[in-house]
């Protein structure tokens, strides 16, 4: 059973920055693509990044030019970092494979205030 476990989030103030990462059971992050997905209260589950085995990178529109999805050299962390945090960016953050999700994990709420 593959588990994930996202860190790094917490309250900042937009403008901000924070930095998320992705770690996974096995070797997971090194056999899947994997994306970054964000829920926020009321709204459903929505894919924001996502990285493929190769390193090729997509975002969602709302944060392009904003976030970047990255691996470690060793490929045991994903990395999601946001820049320039708006309060419609506030969500729990997960890490899944895309597409296909696996079993979820805990996530890691990130709360921007205005």
């Known amino acids: 059973q593959v588990q994930f476990v996202e860190s790094g989030g917490g309250l900042v103030q937009a403008g901000g920055s924070l930095r998320l990462s992705c770690a996974a059971s096995?070797?997971?992050?090194?056999?899947?693509?994997i994306g970054w997905y964000r829920q926020a209260p009321g709204k459903q589950r929505e894919l924001v990044a996502r990285?493929?085995?190769?390193?090729?990178?997509s975002y969602t529109d709302s944060v392009k030019g904003r976030f970047t999805i990255s691996r470690d050299n060793a490929k045991t962390m994903v990395l999601l970092q946001m820049n320039s945090l708006k309060p419609e960016d506030t969500a729990v953050y997960y890490c899944n494979r895309d597409p296909t999700p696996l079993d979820w994990g805990q996530g890691t709420q990130v709360t921007v205030s205005s």
């Open positions: 096995g070797n997971t992050l090194r056999i899947y693509p």
């Open positions: 990285i493929s085995r190769a390193g090729t990178t």
